[in-house]
């Protein structure tokens, strides 16, 4: 049982350069998310789905865009990478979205953006 | 400024020592939750507390969840070095989930 996996594990990469940030679950939730993981700034939302073929913007959605195109995969998509969006990156699932509902988070991707 | 404010930020003790942090906000929450992350993973949840008031125990860690639903503590009873780790809390508010940056503790053996 895999949960949760997310790749690359680190990268780094050239400002202006577009990259996707792949997550794939195998637990048939419903809702994913990305949030980012800065020092002092905690997680923060990137954008979420609350089901396949939906989604919607979090805290922070600008220089970020998302699909979901089936259940299990939700890939992050840095159109443009610029300096500001080094950071760790965190997919995360929960059968339903919600304040009730446990997320369970991949393994991060540490992106550097040069 | 954090829509969460978590304190301490860093927490360093020894072995068989007690401790508690907080997680506060001026804004009310549906939920809390309690989550610990290892460096080069992701968070695992501890725990969820919904109703004001609210105390759970999970072995030697007890989380209180407040009155007016603002602020949540956790307390740790005789720490072990298996408890280093961050803390992270989290409001429900809405659908979303709104984390504190998290407090960061090692237990020195």
């Known amino acids: 049982i895999a949960g949760i996996t997310q790749a690359p594990t680190s990268q780094i990469l050239a400002a202006g350069r577009r990259m996707t940030l792949r997550c794939t679950q195998d637990m048939r939730h419903n809702a994913m998310y990305w949030y980012r993981q800065d020092l002092g700034l905690g997680l923060r939302l990137i954008h979420y789905?609350?089901?396949?073929?939906?989604?919607g913007k979090g805290e922070v959605p600008d220089g970020y865009s998302v699909s979901r195109a089936n259940t299990d995969d939700f890939p992050l998509t840095l159109a443009s990478a610029v300096p500001s969006q080094t950071s760790v990156y965190f997919c995360?699932?929960?059968?339903?979205?919600?304040?009730?509902?446990?997320?369970?988070f991949g393994p991060g991707t540490r992106l550097t953006v040069l | 400024t954090q829509l969460l404010e978590q304190s301490p930020q860093f927490l360093s003790i020894q072995e068989g020592e007690n401790l508690t942090v907080y997680c506060n906000s001026s804004?009310?929450?549906?939920?809390l939750q309690w989550y610990r992350q290892e460096p080069g993973e992701g968070p695992v949840l501890l725990v969820t507390?919904?109703?004001?008031?609210e105390v759970k125990k999970l072995k030697r860690l007890t989380f209180q969840f407040g009155d007016a639903r603002k602020d949540s503590s956790l307390h740790i009873t005789a720490a072990q070095p298996g408890d280093t780790g961050l803390y992270l809390c989290?409001?429900?508010?809405?659908?979303?989930?709104?984390f504190g940056a998290g407090t960061r503790l090692t237990v020195k053996p």
């Open positions: 789905s609350n089901t396949a073929g939906t989604t």
């Open positions: 804004s009310v929450f549906s939920s």
């Open positions: 995360a699932s929960s059968q339903n979205r919600g304040g009730y509902n446990e997320q369970f």
């Open positions: 989290a409001g429900g508010i809405g659908d979303d989930m709104r």
């Open positions: 507390v919904v109703t004001g008031g």
